[in-house]
Structure formats: structure tokens, C-alpha cells
């Protein structure tokens, strides 16, 4: 309040708004409007004013929200929905209250029992240790690091876990997942598919605030038939392979860093035939990953419509990550835009939503809200054991 108040002095003293206004570091209209409210209310105008609402959506009469109170405490059994038609039934007002509405009143005065929702927490997932090329592939981004022309490289890395093969090595820009889709199709057209790919929880292989951590990217491999493992979070030593190869590589394609992507990419192609096909591996018996690898039998050739034939109805999700039921949305992921999903009735106004073999969640069509049940991509549904 004090520059306010030294600011309204001064204009009051005959200096010039603009000028002033320059001097404060505030526009002309901000200053206008200090002047208004002191001419109008004097110093009082110049304090912090609320920026609480005049009316808040969910602030009831008192005579109704005690009416709400009371029926609870009379039928405690009862949720918002049967109390809305009670309060209907008894109150004089010209509309009953909204079920959200009814539900906060409750939730203030402690007469909500708040289930325990599972939300995903970044945990890791069941590691393996497979000795046969193509069980598991590991992938990571190696740390940024600046061109000679000042921008920023960020290379997209894929390796075999048992025979340490190199199968990507690619230079880009960012790590946007539309950027990583080409670089993984290559690898699974060049290489087949991999029975796993381990990564860590970061994008774009992971998404901490999507349902159960899932990445548009991870979908894709789940639709593909790759198995997701995950290492925990602050320990990659959990994906030591990979790192150890990340330091090669920065010490040997990195140092000095190129002059721009072009050259840099020229660098990590000579760097993947060196790796795999020259450099000895003290962990392979002095042996080249060469010289253990080789391609997946099982090809890659994209996508087959996902199907339902044992569930009520097959639905769409939407690019905002919905589904339409009945006329209602149910909110799923954004993660799962595009894709088929499965909606079964497993209670009386109750469905159960599944995407493959997985099932995701509940929601009642009343709510319309998804209830997400035990991570169904946590270790119970990886054939793999613990490292």
C-alpha cells in the first residue's frame, strides 16, 4: 500500500501520470485506476481489495444446508442422491440443490466416509533378466547436450538386453513422443518385435499424470504385444546396461559435439557400427554383440482392429480421452485417444471398462466417472522376475 499511497501523492502534488506511471513500472490504466479509487474512496480505495467471489456456486441458503445436515444424521446410509429428492420433498425452494452441491455440503461438516482412491504411483514394475536376444529390449534418452550451431541434441537410444546389440542411436531435437514413434517403428521393421522394452518413468515413455502412468507410446507397444517393465524411480543403475552404454557413447561421439544434427548423426552411425561389430564386451566373453544378436521372429506389421466380442459394446475413445455411453461422457485418458475399448456390465448400473486384456476400471452411469482398480500393468501381469 505505501507506493500506492507515495505514487497518489506525487500525482497529487501536480506531476505528470505518464512519467510517473513510467517511473513505478505500471501502466497508464493501472495508474488511472488507483487515482479513481482514491478520488472515490480515498486511502481506504488504495488497500489490497478481496478477490473473493460475491456469490460462490456451492453457498446455500442456511435453512437448506441444515436441512441437508439433518437428513443425514436421520438416514445415515444415504448418499447425496437420495437426500437431493428428500430436500426436494420438504423444501420450499424452487430448485433442489445439485447432487455435487448437496455432496460438498456434506463433505464440510465431516459426514463424507472418503474411500481410499488408487491413484498410480510411480513404483517401477517386475524386472527380468533375460539370456536370449529380443526377450527385452531397454531404451532411454543420453542427457542433452549442445551443437556447435547452440542447439540442443537429445539422443534416442535402443539396445538388446542380452546381447547388448545397439539397434538405435538417433539425434533429435526434443523428446516429444511423435518424434520417437518413427525411430521405434525403424527399429521393429529393421529388427522385429521385442518381447519387453524397459524404460525409465519419464515422457515419453510414461506419463505421470495419465491413467496408470501410461504414455500414448506405451499404449502403442501394449497394442503391438510388448510387454512394459519399468525401472523404480531415482534408481538406474536398474537399467546398468544401458547406462554403461551411455557413457561410451558420450565419450566417444560426444566429445567435442558436432557442429550441427547432421554431422552429429553421422557420428552416432559410425559410433552403432563400431559398438556392435568392433569394440570387444568384457561382459560377452571379449565377444561383439555382433556376434550374439539376431533379429525377432516375431515381424512387425502394425496395427489389427482391437475388438470386444465377449462385452456388451466396443467404443472409441475420443481425442480428449473420453467415451461416449449412452449419451454420457466417461472420462478415461487422453493416452488411450483413438483406440477401442471394452464396456461390460458386471452390476446393477455398473460397468467395467477394459482396453485388451486389461481391465481398466468401474464407473456407475450415474457418475459417469471411472474408479481405476489395481494397476493392471504392475507386475502382476508381467511374466518376468525380479532383478
Not at 504411483?121 to 551443437?147: H, I, Q
Not at 543403475?237 to 547406462?243: A, K
Request: aromatic fraction near 10%; proline fraction near 6%.
Amino acid at each position: 500500500m505505501d507506493e500506492r499511497v507515495r505514487f497518489v501523492a506525487r500525482l497529487l502534488d501536480g506531476e505528470k501520470m505518464a512519467p510517473l506511471c513510467a517511473e513505478f513500472g505500471i501502466s497508464r490504466k493501472t495508474g488511472y485506476k488507483l487515482y479513481d479509487r482514491y478520488k472515490a474512496c480515498g486511502a481506504e480505495g488504495l488497500t489490497d481489495r478481496s478477490r473473493r467471489p460475491f456469490r460462490q456456486a456451492n453457498q446455500l441458503p442456511f435453512a437448506i444446508e441444515e436441512l441437508i445436515v439433518r437428513l443425514k444424521r436421520e438416514y445415515p446410509g444415504w448418499g447425496a442422491p437420495k437426500i437431493r429428492e428428500k430436500v426436494r420433498q420438504q423444501s420450499t425452494a424452487p430448485h433442489a440443490p445439485a447432487i455435487s452441491t448437496i455432496h460438498a455440503v456434506l463433505d464440510r461438516h465431516g459426514l463424507v466416509k472418503h474411500r481410499r482412491r488408487r491413484r498410480h504411483t510411480t513404483r517401477g514394475t517386475g524386472l527380468s533378466s533375460p539370456t536370449v536376444a529380443n526377450v527385452l529390449w531397454c531404451a532411454d534418452y543420453k542427457g542433452e547436450f549442445m551443437l556447435g550451431n547452440r542447439r540442443y541434441c537429445y539422443p534416442l537410444t535402443i539396445t538388446d538386453f542380452a546381447s547388448r546389440y545397439l539397434l538405435a542411436c538417433e539425434a533429435l531435437g526434443t523428446t516429444q513422443a511423435r518424434f520417437a514413434f518413427p525411430i521405434f517403428e525403424r527399429a521393429f521393421k529393421d529388427f522385429g518385435l521385442p518381447g519387453a522394452i524397459r524404460t525409465d518413468n519419464g515422457g515419453p515413455f510414461a506419463s505421470a499424470h495419465a491413467l496408470y502412468g501410461l504414455s500414448k507410446l506405451s499404449v502403442w507397444w501394449l497394442r503391438l504385444g510388448i510387454q512394459i517393465e519399468r525401472i523404480k524411480p531415482g534408481h538406474p543403475q536398474q537399467n546398468g546396461r544401458h547406462e554403461r552404454m551411455h557413457l561410451t557413447l558420450k565419450k566417444e561421439a560426444t566429445k567435442p559435439a558436432a557442429a550441427n544434427v547432421l554431422q552429429q548423426q553421422a557420428r552416432f552411425d559410425a559410433f552403432i557400427a563400431r559398438y556392435n561389430q568392433e569394440r570387444p564386451h568384457q561382459a560377452l566373453g571379449m565377444k561383439v554383440p555382433a556376434d550374439l544378436y539376431a533379429s525377432s521372429s516375431r515381424a512387425y506389421h502394425g496395427l489389427t482392429e482391437l475388438t470386444y466380442p465377449l462385452h456388451d459394446k466396443t467404443l472409441t475413445v475420443t481425442n480428449c480421452g473420453r467415451i461416449c455411453f449412452n449419451g454420457r461422457k466417461v472420462n478415461l485418458s487422453h493416452v488411450f485417444a483413438g483406440q477401442n475399448v471394452g464396456v461390460t456390465q458386471v452390476g446393477d448400473r455398473v460397468w467395467l471398462v477394459s482396453f485388451m486384456q486389461y481391465d481398466l476400471g468401474y464407473f456407475d452411469d450415474e457418475t459417469c466417472r471411472l474408479e481405476p482398480i489395481e494397476n493392471p500393468f504392475g507386475p502382476k501381469v508381467l511374466p518376468m522376475s525380479p532383478e
